[in-house]
């Protein structure tokens, strides 16, 4: 796979484009709800030189009750613009802790039209393991000009969801843990019903890292656990999570297998476990 095929950078690639004039780096760390210190604070004790925080929460349509949805053109345009980024740069995206957002963003750029955007393997925690340096504080960037175009196939929403009970035209996956998608362990956001999407199945997204290295498996490796679930990766597929975040890793991981038009289910647990929502299954896969 080439640099231009693969959406992963190296720590080794970064280190020797850290003062490139087009290349962003956002820190686009995310934790579930309730857990401290938030992703901010952390941004501001240690970051790659030069990064901005990249706020899923912030950067999210606010007219909504649901956990970060997709913002509309316009937001996604001004928000990415005020971080500094215009439409010429090349983003790297990385996380602090495993991976969780820096896929999700990723996606985003995608979505909107932007190309020019990659994931840092291994994120903060391999860049700090190899004692690169790191900077402390605020980063406060010139804004950028930057023009987005959503393409909404990268999306889906719940009626196309349940559309898909009947049809099964789409293959669901689910990157929650098995607990919760089995719906023995409770859900992080108070209120929703446990268990699943009827007929999705359940790869949990940090099976797909190196604990250790926290750099992502080979493609091998990777192949290897989405056949041994059941997938065909030449049908289409849906990444479903507990709020459309980490559902993007399994995204990231199909894309590097070369999976082309795969979907996001925005809303995903967070919406479809709601009490009055549609029919939820148990048990495993």
């Not at 979505?111 to 700090?128: A, I, N, P, T």
């Not at 393991?129 to 804004?143: F, L």
Request: hydrophobic share 40%; net charge negative; proline share 8%.
């Amino acid at each position: 796979m080439t640099m231009i095929d693969d959406p992963l950078v190296t720590t080794d690639w970064l280190a020797a484009h850290l003062d490139d004039s087009n290349v962003r780096i956002i820190d686009a760390s995310f934790k579930l709800p309730g857990v401290l210190p938030l992703p901010i604070d952390d941004y501001l004790a240690a970051h790659i030189p030069g990064a901005v925080f990249f706020d899923v929460d912030a950067v999210s349509d606010h007219s909504v009750s649901l956990p970060h949805m997709y913002p509309d053109e316009k937001q996604f345009a001004r928000d990415v613009a005020a971080l500094g980024i215009s439409s010429g740069d090349t983003v790297v995206a990385y996380d602090s802790g495993g991976w969780v957002a820096a896929p999700r963003a990723w996606w985003m750029f995608l979505s909107f039209g932007h190309r020019q955007v990659r994931v840092l393997d291994g994120g903060l925690k391999k860049w700090e393991a190899e004692g690169r340096p790191t900077n402390s504080g605020k980063v406060t960037p010139k804004p950028g000009k930057f023009q987005a175009k959503l393409d909404p196939s990268f999306i889906r929403s719940k009626q196309q969801l349940v559309g898909n009970l009947d049809t099964r035209a789409e293959q669901v996956i689910d990157a929650r843990p098995r607990p919760r998608f089995e719906g023995t362990g409770a859900e992080p956001r108070p209120g929703l019903r446990g268990g699943h999407v009827p007929g999705s199945r359940n790869i949990p997204y940090a099976e797909l890292f190196d604990p250790k290295t926290g750099a992502m498996k080979s493609l091998d490796e990777l192949r290897r656990i989405f056949t041994g679930a059941g997938i065909e990766l030449t049908r289409p597929i849906v990444t479903t999570c507990g709020s459309g975040v980490s559902a993007a890793v399994l995204t990231l991981a199909l894309y590097r297998l070369g999976v082309r038009g795969s979907a996001l289910y925005d809303g995903s647990w967070a919406e479809w476990g709601m009490p009055d929502g549609p029919p939820v299954a148990t048990g495993p896969a």
